[in-house]
Structure formats: C-alpha cells, structure tokens
C-alpha cells in the first residue's frame, strides 16, 4: 500500500468515526423561534490563497452581529497548509487552522464566541456525508452550517437537465429544493438565497442545527447571494493578502496582461462612444457598449 492509500485509509477511518457525533437537528432555544429569537451573534469562516501557491493561505474567522449583519470580530492570519489536497478531504487540510482562530477568540474576547458558524464549503452533501462544515462543527462543538458556492455531483446528485429546470423554478429569495441522494436521503438543499440571483448556493448540515433552520437561516443572512458571514470571511482575507502581498495574485482571474488588454479595450471604447454621440447616437447605446466590455462589473462577492 503506496503512503497516499495509507493517508486516504487512515482519513476515512477519522470521518466514520467523527461522523456518529454529527448532530442533525436543532439543539438551541433561538433555533426554535422563526425569528431567531436569542442569536447575537454569527460567524463566517474561509481560507484565500495567493494564486499558484496551495501551501501559503490566509485563514480568516468574522463575527457578525444577528440580525444587522454588522462586523463586531475579524481575525486574519497567514497559515503554511502542511496536508496534501486531495478530494473528500479538504477538512484535513483546513480545519487546523479555522479552530485555531475560533480558540484565538475564546481566549481574547470570549464574549463574542459566535452561536453558530458557517463554512465555506458542504456538511453532509458530501461523499462519506462528513464535509468541512461537519468537521468543523463537531471539533468545535458548535453548530455549524455549510454553504457551497458550487455543486459537488455526488451520492446521485448531478448538474444535469433535471438540476437546471429545478433551479429555473426558483422564483423568488428562499425557495429551494432538496438534493436527494440515490439511496433517497436529502443531503442538502438547493437555495434562492436572493431575489437579485438566480444562481442557488448549496446548504448542508454542518452540525447541531437541522437542515430546514440551516435553510432558513442562511436566507435571513444573505443581503447578496452569499450569506453575509462568509461572504465577509471570503471578502476581507483576499484584502488582507493585497494588502500583504501587493505584488501577487489574490486569486484574480486575471493576469496582469489581460488586464492591461481589457483597460486599453475600455478605453478605446470610450472614445468610440465618444465619437459616436458627436455623431448623434444616443446616449443608451454607449451604456449597452460599455457593458458589452465589462466595464461596469457588479463585485464578484456580491454575485
């Protein structure tokens, strides 16, 4: 047995034997009140990398303020990853240091320990039903929910036609459908976090909360289509590596070249807008030409 198969075995027995001690149902007095009666406080945890380097991140851990959604807590700090990725196992790699800052908080301001916790990646909807969101949860004791920007085709579940027609019946903020897994267990939920999206974010069970508060709770936080906590998580550590490491990427989709082409082709379209208003064109063409270049793009965070 090659190290790899080793490491892999020796993972799959941590998630079997951790995964008994996910709780799946509420076990809080302000999860049982529809307006979260009783929660203060939220918090949102995520790693960012610089782009090319999968070793060097920054972990971050926000608290937030329940219902105003107001930053009451940050920390940010650098991280090396010493575990190796490989898929399923993302938790082994991450949750050392997403720990390490919730215990930072606990020993400095133990006041404003958050009630719950959401991750930046799934619970139960999960190969072995033991994602981030669990293993988080359950080190920590805390509930937990997991919200992935992306769907993970797993247990049966599939980005297929049937998929794209369940989202398309989403029709307002807080609707949603069950990811069901072949077996017939829903793992999850597919969820219109925002009337202003279209584009669901994927809720799971992370640990002592049930999948409907989950669901739930994560609409009340959401102000875009990420829920505000991770969306500060995510938004605040890639500000904390520009502002560290300016000359590197933080995760842009962009090189440094493409940018340039796309600032020279805004320019140029300026003046051709220009050029053609002197000539009479009206005024609504060049903003449909500006946004055919992305001139006006909407913050990737708010999407």
């Given at each position: 047995m090659s190290p790899t198969d080793e490491l892999v075995k020796q993972w799959e027995s941590e998630q079997a034997c951790l995964r008994e001690q996910v709780v799946e149902e509420d076990t809080e007095d302000w999860q049982k009140s529809s307006d979260f009666s009783g929660l203060e406080r939220v918090a949102g945890l995520?790693?960012?990398?610089?782009?090319?380097?999968?070793?060097?991140?920054?972990?971050?851990?926000?608290?937030?303020?329940?219902?105003?959604?107001?930053?009451?807590?940050?920390?940010?700090?650098?991280?090396?990853?010493?575990?190796?990725?490989?898929?399923?196992?993302?938790?082994?790699?991450?949750?050392?240091?997403?720990?390490?800052?919730?215990?930072?908080l606990e020993r400095e301001k133990p006041a404003l320990v958050p009630q719950v916790l959401f991750v930046d990646g799934n619970g139960l909807f999960h190969y072995r039903e033991f994602g981030l969101a669990c293993h988080v949860g359950v080190l920590s004791g805390l509930p937990c929910v997991g919200v992935a920007k992306n769907l993970l085709q797993v247990q049966g579940v599939y980005k297929n036609e049937e998929h794209q027609s369940q989202i398309s019946a989403l029709q307002k903020g807080g609707d949603s459908f069950p990811l069901r897994a072949t077996s017939g267990k829903v793992l999850g939920k597919a969820l219109r976090s925002s009337d202003k999206s279209t584009k669901p974010v994927y809720v799971s069970v992370g640990h002592k909360i049930s999948l409907d508060t989950a669901v739930h709770l994560t609409h009340c936080c959401c102000r875009f289509r990420v829920p505000e906590p991770i969306r500060q998580?995510?938004?605040?550590?890639?500000?904390?590596?520009?502002?560290?490491?300016?000359?590197?990427?933080?995760?842009?989709?962009?090189?440094?070249?493409?940018?340039?082409k796309r600032t020279l082709k805004m320019i140029?379209?300026?003046?051709?807008?220009?050029?053609?208003?002197?000539?009479?064109?009206?005024?609504?063409?060049c903003v449909f030409e500006l946004l055919r270049v992305q001139v006006f793009r909407e913050d990737a965070f708010r999407l």
């Open positions: 995520d790693l960012s990398f610089i782009k090319g380097d999968d070793v060097n991140a920054c972990s971050q851990l926000v608290v937030l303020s329940y219902p105003d959604l107001e930053v009451l807590y940050e920390d940010s700090q650098m991280v090396t990853l010493t575990a190796p990725y490989m898929a399923g196992f993302l938790a082994f790699r991450e949750t050392p240091f997403l720990l390490e800052a919730l215990q930072r998580a995510d938004y605040r550590s890639r500000e904390y590596l520009r502002a560290h490491f300016p000359v590197a990427d933080t995760g842009s989709t962009e090189s440094m070249s493409d940018a340039a140029s379209t300026l003046l051709y807008c220009k050029m053609q208003c002197k000539y009479g064109l009206c005024a609504r063409a």
